[in-house]
């Protein structure tokens, strides 16, 4: 007796048999891994340049005390691996209980990365600035003031080239006391912030 087999059988039998073969075979990867899933050992090496923007706004703890909102532009140079040397230039406006301000100065920044794991960084930062107004801030103070930044914050990696960043710090603005200390009213704010790294 004859077996018959139909030739559509015949033709699927031996692709069935290769693909078993093919995924029994440990040797053979079965996923591949693309550039983009790629996490680096050091996620902020020594030589990286990113230009940074972002904006955010600033509330003082207690009173009806100066409202302030800001935009900021900067670059960054790593000098070291997790190490950052940054200027960056603001554009503020702030809300007070008399006359209202527009503002624009620099920062020189330091940041450094403390926990990196794979697209989750934490940093911290201090950056000390100039700040020039079109009125006195706060009220009873100068035009020109002396800034103070200092916190902690989060960078994600999005994208090849492209991190979101957002972060919490403390900010202080005060002229150092060069019209003497009557005209040197302090102003303490927490400062809240989010924006985008871009890498070069």
Do not use: K
Not at 22 to 39: E, Q
Not at 113 to 135: F, K, P, T
Not at 165 to 170: A, D, H, L
């Amino acid at each position: 007796m004859r077996l018959w087999i139909p030739p559509t059988i015949s033709l699927v039998i031996p692709i069935l048999l290769l693909a078993a073969a093919a995924r029994a075979d440990p040797l053979i990867p079965t996923t591949v891994i693309s550039p983009d899933d790629y996490t680096p050992a050091i996620p902020f090496p020594r030589g990286l340049r990113l230009v940074t923007l972002y904006g955010g706004i600033m509330e003082q703890p207690t009173g009806l005390r100066e409202q302030l909102s800001f935009c900021t532009a900067g670059l960054n140079y790593y000098f070291a691996d997790n190490w950052a040397f940054g200027v960056e230039f603001t554009g503020l406006g702030a809300a007070q209980p008399e006359d209202d301000i527009a503002a624009g100065g620099g920062d020189i920044l330091l940041r450094t990365h403390i926990w990196n794991y794979q697209r989750l960084s934490i940093y911290g930062d201090v950056a000390v600035g100039l700040l020039e107004a079109d009125n006195r801030i706060p009220p009873s103070g100068t035009d020109f003031n002396f800034t103070l930044q200092s916190g902690v914050g989060a960078a994600i990696h999005l994208w090849p080239h492209t991190d979101f960043f957002t972060g919490i710090r403390y900010y202080h603005l005060s002229n150092a006391r060069q019209h003497g200390p009557d005209r040197n009213p302090s102003l303490n704010a927490l400062e809240g912030y989010a924006g985008l790294m871009f890498r070069m």
